[in-house]
């Protein structure tokens, strides 16, 4: 499509006043012609989303078009830069600090959403550049290597939501440590943690999940069916369905016991009912 004599009439600020801005902003001039591209680029996505205008409409009006084109061009590549040389400045990669700076752009400011969809498409090419840029980052929050481990699980694994990535690695890395602390085992700490880190689920359900598990996984079931044990026994417990969840695998009756033991004997009747299972 042949574009418009307004559209036409529109034209992008100069190379030599572009680059008197980065002079003028400290900019290394090594990184001037990635600028000059990247305002290109915002010139020409923003002039092309008026090529179906009308010239009669007040909002088609050249003053409008011109002033939104060339601002909002020179708003993009003023941000674009100062996020490039935040991230450079950080001790990034130039590769990294492009993606974070695009994807930045791109999820409406938010920093821990740029920085889990860099992550992202740079392990794609690259995983152990990715992680040693993560490592950057991670020292930068002043975060330790649980957090960061645990950032690239939930990375890799689970995905983003609407809890930022960075506060569930945070939240667990503190709530891992303060369990083992407190004497339990690596098994239960990491398991307890990552439910507990998402803000979520009952702080019951945290230790019978973690609780479950840890013997689920002593017995010799696999992660994945330990896992899929734990959650329905933790939430039976939860939910107070005791007997209900009990008599799916026995018929036997635990008597009176108090809730403890009758948890603990629950638990016990579960995990030889599927171990049986499995070895069918």
């Known amino acids: 499509m042949e574009e418009s004599k307004l559209l036409k009439e529109i034209h992008p600020h100069s190379q030599e006043y572009l680059t008197e801005i980065f002079k003028n902003a400290g900019y290394p001039?090594?990184?001037?012609?990635?600028?000059?591209?990247?305002?290109?680029?915002?010139?020409?996505d923003l002039k092309n989303q008026y090529d179906e205008c009308d010239e009669d409409d007040e909002d088609c009006s050249f003053e409008s078009i011109e002033k939104e084109v060339i601002q909002g061009a020179l708003n993009i590549i003023t941000e674009y830069s100062q996020i490039f040389m935040k991230e450079i400045n950080s001790g990034h990669c130039e590769e990294w600090t492009d993606l974070v700076t695009r994807e930045y752009?791109?999820?409406?400011?938010?920093?821990?959403?740029?920085i889990y969809y860099a992550y992202i498409d740079?392990?794609?090419?690259?995983?152990?550049?990715?992680?040693?840029?993560?490592?950057?980052?991670?020292?930068?929050?002043?975060e330790d290597e649980l957090f960061e481990k645990h950032y690239i699980f939930l990375c890799e694994y689970v995905g983003s939501g609407n809890t930022p990535t960075v506060e569930i690695?945070?939240?667990?890395?503190?709530?891992?440590?303060?369990?083992?602390?407190?004497?339990?085992?690596?098994?239960?700490?990491?398991?307890?943690?990552?439910?507990?880190?998402?803000?979520?689920?009952p702080e019951l359900y945290c230790s019978k999940f973690a609780y479950a598990i840890e013997r689920a996984i002593l017995k010799g079931f696999s992660r994945f069916n330990a896992i899929d044990i734990a959650d329905s026994y933790a939430n039976a417990i939860v939910n107070?369905?005791?007997?209900?969840?009990?008599?799916?695998?026995?018929?036997?009756?635990?008597?009176?016991?108090?809730?403890?033991?009758?948890?603990?004997f629950i638990l016990n009747v579960v995990l030889d009912y599927e171990l049986k299972a499995i070895k069918k």
């Open 122 to 142: 740079m392990s794609k090419k690259d995983k152990e550049l990715a992680k040693k840029e993560l490592n950057i980052y991670r020292k930068l929050l002043g």
């Open 169 to 201: 690695a945070r939240n667990y890395s503190k709530i891992y440590k303060q369990q083992i602390a407190l004497g339990k085992s690596e098994v239960y700490s990491h398991y307890y943690a990552e439910r507990n880190a998402y803000n979520i689920y």
């Open 240 to 264: 107070g369905w005791h007997y209900v969840y009990l008599h799916q695998f026995t018929k036997e009756d635990p008597g009176n016991i108090k809730d403890e033991e009758l948890e603990d």
């Open 29 to 44: 001039s090594q990184f001037y012609p990635r600028f000059l591209l990247r305002y290109t680029r915002a010139f020409n």
């Open 105 to 114: 752009s791109c999820s409406y400011d938010n920093y821990d959403e740029a």
